[in-house]
């Protein structure tokens, strides 16, 4: 299979493997380890309200130090209300991210129901137009994506309209999940109807949802026709599957996981940023998610689950990784590059 080169407006990709927008996980501290491992066209950051950001005037955390980050770094806002988002866009342009995305596909009822954006917008294509139109007025020259889910329940499949009212208004690129609203993650992805946006539109569609290796990249997108695809929970546990899919489309051998000892290292790193930036226990609390979800498919990995999400400071974590996963030798793990990883 040959790569398919994916622009979204004038950026043109690397690679056609997209990071997605993950709630609690990508945050900067996760988007720089996904960045070092490497084969990630675009990362996004987790959807960021545009309402709570403009009516508090403040930077939301989930924007710090963006301004300064690497770069592709596509930025996702949500909300219902056009000035809301166009003034976020506008604000997202003088910080010259790469891409401004738009979430039309969160099932959370908090956001589905108090807040009546999200997928329920899939329910009304002609407001997810005045979004997307208001969104490209306030990004200037910054490209706006739209990311959907196939519709808010399956007996309202909607995606096909809602993927046109989006270019009509301007998106350069759209991300559809594969399944509805209603149907959160209890089904496997519909790629035919994936399949059926791509021959809906002309802008790029990138194919989301149960992509978790190069085997099920190729899958997605032989069939689906998308320009690309993009990851979501498999990074997280396994935050180098973009480097195997990449390669996969280059038609080179898919490289091997990091050894134990790398993985080792990427962990006692990613918990010494997290404490770095939040504080000991904090710091050590919020990295309980990321460290619960690595190592997985190790043999002990479920014990050492069960005590890492226990850990309430670094002597305790280091504690616990010393335990489960102990340091080898003095074999010399291939971690050099990962050394400098999450060096503040
Ligand atoms: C914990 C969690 C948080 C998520 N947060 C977001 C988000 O902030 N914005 C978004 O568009 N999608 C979000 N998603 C959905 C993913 O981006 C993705 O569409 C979905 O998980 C399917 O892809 P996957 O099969 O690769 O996980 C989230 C998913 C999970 C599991």
């Known amino acids: ?28 501290i996760f988007r720089d380890l996904v960045r070092r491992f490497g084969g990630c066209g675009l990362i996004f950051t987790e959807m960021i309200s545009a309402g709570a950001w403009v009516e508090a005037k403040t ?18 806002l949500w909300d219902r209300a056009p000035d809301l988002i166009a003034e976020a866009a506008a604000r997202l342009s003088v910080m010259r991210v790469s891409v401004i995305d738009l979430n039309f596909g969160c099932p959370k009822r908090r956001i589905m129901g108090k807040h009546a954006a999200g997928a329920t917008l899939l329910r009304d294509p002609a407001t997810i137009g005045r979004l997307v139109a208001a969104a490209v007025r306030g ?43 209603d149907q959160h993650y209890g089904v496997p992805c519909q790629l035919e109807m994936i399949a059926e ?6 802008i790029p569609v990138i194919a989301n949802g149960d992509v978790h290796d190069a085997a099920s990249a190729l899958q997605t997108l032989r069939a689906t026709g998308a320009a690309g695809v993009m990851v979501a929970r498999e990074a997280l546990v396994r935050p180098w599957v973009f480097r195997e899919i990449t390669a996969a489309l280059h038609g080179e051998p898919v490289p091997s996981a990091p050894t134990l000892a790398e993985q080792r290292a990427m962990l006692l790193m990613h918990h010494g940023a997290m404490v770095a930036r ?17 190592l997985s498919g190790i043999p002990g990995a479920r014990p050492f689950r069960d005590a890492i999400t226990r850990a309430g400071d670094t ?10 996963v102990p340091e080898e030798g003095r074999e010399e793990p291939r971690v050099r590059d990962l050394r400098a990883l999450f060096t503040p």
Request: proline fraction near 6%; hydrophobic fraction near 50%.
């Open 315 to 324: 002597a305790d974590f280091h504690a616990i990784v010393e335990r489960f």
């Open 59 to 76: 930077l939301p955390d989930r924007l710090r130090g963006v301004e300064s980050e690497a770069r592709p770094l596509g930025v996702q």
């Open 278 to 294: 939040d504080g000991d226990r904090h710091g050590t609390i919020m990295m309980r998610k990321f460290a619960s979800r690595y």
């Open 139 to 181: 990004a200037g020259n910054i490209p706006v994506s739209a990311k959907i889910r196939l519709g808010p329940s399956f007996a309202a499949r909607t995606a096909v309209e809602v993927a046109r009212a989006a270019e009509a208004n301007g998106a350069q690129a759209i991300t559809v999940h594969g399944r509805t609203a």
């Open 1 to 28: 299979m040959t790569l398919p080169t994916l622009r979204i407006g004038a950026l043109v990709l690397a690679t056609p493997v997209v990071a997605a927008p993950v709630a609690g996980f990508t945050d900067a």
């Open 197 to 202: 946006v791509v021959r809906a539109v002309s």
